[in-house]
């Protein structure tokens, strides 16, 4: 076995894609996602998962940002993105266009993300790396999901617990 490169691997892509379509429409939400390498990653992420779109607010970079776009490797001019000052507020217009808001937090209510019964169109919530997603943020929101943890640590970092949530509700 060895590793598809060039037009090889285009064609599978392509090929996979045409073949397998994503089960919903996936969006996400980054409640003041502070570091720039989370946010960058979360963009890379957000392409290759097809995204759309990845709203960031509150004190979360924006393109433009040095570490950020490093990080994307030029994913930010790929990924319909847009900027909302006000959390609470994005969500309001995400639930206007037809998306269920689900946060990545723990909460009395959440369960875990493979058991959510996701709708046609869903956004991901991603709270602050150390704060998580805020009380006015979660009570806008329709439900939460967590990420069981086996191990001592209690939290996967931002970017890895969205791309397992994202992945899952592709494919669920």
């Known amino acids: 076995m060895k590793p598809l490169i060039g037009t090889p ?7 996979y894609r045409k073949d397998n379509p994503p089960a919903r429409q996936v969006a ?3 409640q003041s996602v502070e570091f720039p390498v989370n946010v960058g990653s979360i963009f890379r992420m957000a392409e290759a998962a097809g995204i759309a779109p990845l709203v960031l607010s509150g004190i979360t970079p924006q393109p433009g940002q040095p570490t950020l776009d490093k990080v994307a490797r030029h ?3 790929r990924v ?3 900027y909302e000052a006000d959390a609470v507020a994005a ?3 995400l639930h206007d266009e ?16 493979h058991t959510y019964s996701y709708g046609d169109k869903v956004c991901f919530v991603a709270g602050h790396e150390d704060h998580g997603v805020t009380k006015a943020t979660l009570a ?3 439900g ?8 001592k640590g209690r939290s996967l970092n931002v970017h890895v617990a969205l791309s397992i949530a994202v992945y899952h509700a592709l494919h669920a």
């Open 9 to 15: 691997l285009k064609r599978f892509l392509r090929d």
């Open 144 to 151: 939460a999901v967590f990420i069981p943890m086996y191990g």
């Open 75 to 77: 994913k930010t001019e």
């Open 91 to 93: 969500i309001r217009g």
């Open 28 to 30: 996400a939400l980054l």
């Open 140 to 142: 806008a929101c329709d």
């Open 98 to 113: 037809g998306f269920q808001v689900i946060a990545l937090e723990i909460t009395h209510e959440s369960v875990p993300y």
């Open 80 to 82: 319909d993105w847009r």
